[in-house]
Structure formats: structure tokens, C-alpha cells
């Protein structure tokens, strides 16, 4: 039986114990099915779910609707 690895997305390390793994988001993809963001325990507060550029973007877009409201 292979045991699946996961990587903390905080720290890119392997969590190789499975009691120490948790789900902290889920991604979704352009196509198909997305995938599972995992983290150690001790690096969940550490984890960025969003992405900067997004933020930025989005920042703007919601900007300019309230200024046409």
C-alpha cells in the first residue's frame, strides 16, 4: 500500500505524519478537479489563501462598481 504525501503550504515541507496534516483550503482548477491545500498543524495561521495579484484585481473591480453605484 504507497502512503500519500502531502506539503505544508507554508513551509513546503513534507507532512509525513498523517495525525499532523490538515486541510486548509480546496483550489479549484481551470479544467478538471481542483486539489486540497494542506498544512502542519503548527503552520495553519501561516498559510496565505489568497493570492496578491487577485486581491489587487479584485480591489480595483470592486472599487469601480461602488464609484457607478
Not at 483550489?27 to 493570492?51: C, K, T
Amino acid at each position: 500500500m504507497n502512503a500519500v504525501l502531502h506539503v505544508c503550504r507554508a513551509c513546503d515541507g513534507l507532512i509525513t505524519d498523517p495525525a499532523d496534516g490538515v486541510i486548509v483550503a480546496y483550489e479549484e482548477a481551470m479544467s478538471g478537479p481542483g486539489w486540497q491545500v494542506w498544512a502542519h498543524r503548527e503552520h495553519v495561521d501561516d498559510v496565505e489563501l489568497l493570492d496578491p495579484d487577485l486581491l489587487r484585481i479584485m480591489t480595483r473591480i470592486w472599487t469601480a462598481q461602488a464609484a457607478a453605484e
